[in-house]
């Protein structure tokens, strides 16, 4: 299997694409958009990408993307720890750093621990947290990089300190797209975006009773202004069910009806987790 | 009035502070947190930080902070059109262009820009989009920056071309924290969080039916993962009217009965582009 991913290699989202298929091809794009378009121009088989904010860009392009596409489909759903490290050369003190290198929402990730440790440090700004372990080994001053353990491993770095960021329990959502979604499991989940002709109070209160009777949960509720004109909205939901199972189907029949728009971006296996 | 603000100086943070009080003293921080956590210190009177994803940091940081604080409401709202414009030492040319600096995130929202007018010129990671301004200025080759209009004009650069960022219509909501909200204009807008100590199917429509039964309309809604377990979540709720209006007072009494916790964030003037 050809997997894309947001590269380069050594980031959170090529930790991602190896937990979820480790013995696949992996294909680095440099957007988000760039590996939700090669799934869809069938450059590739699937694609890993964020789905939550996370470092590597904009997130509401893959939603868009699904919105605007009948060829990509959510298959399966993954939680990488965003654990972020202190990186040195080989055999390199800490204590000599005077210059750390990062991407500046990594380097904002560890504002307590740069404040703390490496007070007086100059900080310098990498294109990516993995590209921050080369610029780190090219520095003419003795320096450091804040990065994923995986980038450290790639460039033979040290890893000087684990979990350097200041939100311990940091976790980001990645899922993986590809042209048909996962079959049932019996534990599923399926994402659904739905909009309206016009904003009448009360339209989502209603959409909401389709799922409240029958007993589905969400597990997501997400309103976002669709950019044209801020008065209108697009609702993504994530129900617990998978679109093939009676209920879910039954729900899914009475709300294409009730909105102007119903799209639905797959349905695929629950992560363990979220039915705590 | 001490207006503090998410530095540096040239960000569009600068902006939004420059838009809602020209006359105020400016006073940057280095974090959204940072502003937020000195107006409930009452270190400054106001702060403006962004409340929808920005290059800037994390807005979960301001939600995180505004349900824990009893000391900060949100007083006042604004949309800063996101405008990218390419940058350049006075008197120097376009072509010569060997090297352009930005944050990672603003190089990424001008990627079509960039592969289309500079598919071979050498991309450098800046801290901020200001602080490209100064890192090309000091550049040995010939370089460029992008950044937004006002980082030229601070710095004494010229300013190449504007709106270079893909996305036409990209806009980001800003809000003044300050120790009271604003006082009802008859077209007002309330900010609000809950949770509830169970997940039950169906709950959050109870709720809604409690908006829905007096006609208020809900502008935004938002389920976020507490982070603690990721099966508990937070709603954040946006909708029409003021929290001393009596239709809106009445909901939100029956909504603290309902939930396990409400927080008010705060009630502030509604943007005029969202009764569109």
Chains 1, 2 share one sequence.
Not at 33 to 38: C, I, L, P, Q, S
Not at 185 to 196: C, E, I, R
Not at 202 to 209: I, K, S
Not at 220 to 225: D, G, H, L, T
Request: proline share 6%; with cysteine; hydrophobic share 40%.
């Amino acid at each position: 299997m050809r997997l894309g991913y947001l590269g380069p290699e050594g980031t959170f989202s090529e930790q991602a694409a190896i937990l979820y298929a480790p013995e696949a091809d992996f294909v680095p794009y440099p957007s988000i958009r760039g590996v939700a378009e090669a799934v869809g121009a069938r450059e590739i088989d699937q694609g890993v990408v964020p789905i939550e904010n996370s470092l590597h860009g904009s997130v509401i392009d893959v939603l868009d993307f699904l919105i605007r596409t009948d060829r990509t489909r959510i298959k399966y759903e993954l939680a990488i720890p965003i654990e972020q490290c202190l990186i040195l050369a080989p055999g390199a003190g800490r204590r000599a750093v005077e210059v750390i290198y990062s991407h500046p929402q990594a380097l904002g990730q560890c504002q307590n621990f740069l404040a703390g440790e490496f007070p007086d440090v100059e900080l310098v700004a990498s294109l990516s947290t993995a590209g921050s372990v080369t610029d780190m080994l090219e520095s003419d001053r003795p320096a450091a990089a804040i990065a994923p353990f995986r980038a450290a491993e790639i460039h033979g770095a040290e890893v000087a300190e684990r979990g350097i960021q200041d939100n311990r329990s940091n976790v980001t959502r990645f899922v993986a797209l590809a042209p048909e979604d996962s079959s049932p499991t019996g534990h599923d989940k399926t994402s659904l975006a739905f909009w309206y002709a016009s904003d009448a109070p009360g339209t989502l209160y209603e959409t909401l009773g389709i799922f409240s009777t029958r007993g589905i949960n969400l597990t997501k509720i997400e309103s976002r202004p669709t950019g044209e004109s801020l008065g209108e909205y697009v609702f993504l939901v994530d129900i617990e069910g998978h679109r093939l199972d009676a209920i879910v189907a039954g729900a899914l029949e009475e709300l294409s009806k009730q909105t102007s728009e119903l799209k639905i971006f797959g349905s695929y296996p629950m992560l363990r987790d979220e039915t705590a």
